[in-house]
């Protein structure tokens, strides 16, 4: 089974800090995701990767930057935590290979910023 | 810009009966999922749908792809407790696996 692991699943932080999420995945899976949740609105991508050192700004990537300097591990990072950054986090992985594969999701890390 | 809309965002039901979910979405795309969410829980793959007409089942869980209406449907038959969760559609318009994602529609089946 492919295992997506992000790093906490509950984090508290003052607005103004820096903020590093950190997601790990088991499967040799190409591309990587980030997602914010919130309720009423779905999952909205903020980032992908496709590679390493790769990457792609998703629908709303403003405030926030990503890293991926392994295939396997995929950061995304909040320069400065504003209030508005409050959310659920998902972290995601697909291969490329053949056909069309799903994402497979981590469990979430609710981040709320005071 | 693709925009999902799923209805109804809630829906609550009794056991044993029958409900359709509803995903509509504004571009043209042959590749559709569907995801079941648990409270606190991450995302889980249900169906994907990858041509017009797709029909795919799994229990009580039924989902289709009608292309040409930019819309795909998720049938609920005979409700029971478990299968209360929060559904997502999501479209891929651009083959690179980039996914739009529905608003979601959160079920609770009542004894």
């Known amino acids: 089974d492919v295992k997506v692991t992000q790093s906490s699943r509950y984090l508290v932080k003052r607005t103004g800090e820096k903020v590093f999420l950190e997601c790990v995945q088991d499967?040799?899976?190409?591309?990587m995701f980030w997602y914010r949740q919130d309720p009423g609105l779905g999952l909205r991508l903020i980032y992908f990767?496709?590679?390493?050192?790769?990457?792609e700004k998703g629908d709303i990537p403003e405030g926030y930057s990503v890293s991926r300097e392994k295939k396997e591990r995929f950061s995304l990072i909040l320069e400065s935590a504003s209030t508005n950054q409050t959310s659920m986090y998902l972290c995601?992985?697909?291969?490329?290979?053949?056909?069309?594969?799903?994402?497979?999701f981590g469990d979430g890390t609710r981040l709320s910023i005071l | 810009e693709l925009k999902v809309e799923q209805n109804p965002l809630f829906l609550s039901m009794q056991e044993g009966k029958n409900y359709t979910i509803y995903c509509n979405y504004s571009t043209t795309s042959d590749r559709l999922y569907w995801y079941r969410q648990d409270p606190g829980k991450s995302l889980e793959s249900l169906f994907v749908?990858?041509?017009?007409?797709a029909v795919k089942q799994e229990g009580r869980l039924m989902a289709s792809l009608d292309t040409k209406a930019r819309l795909s449907t998720l049938h609920i038959t005979a409700a029971v407790h478990d299968l209360s969760a929060t559904y997502f559609c999501a479209v891929d318009i651009n083959a690179g696996n980039m996914l739009t994602f529905g608003g979601g529609t959160r079920l609770m089946v009542k004894p």
């Open positions: 749908l990858l041509s017009n007409g």
């Open positions: 995601a992985s697909s291969s490329i290979g053949t056909g069309y594969q799903p994402q497979h």
């Open positions: 990767s496709y590679d390493v050192k790769m990457k």
């Open positions: 499967m040799d899976h190409e591309n």
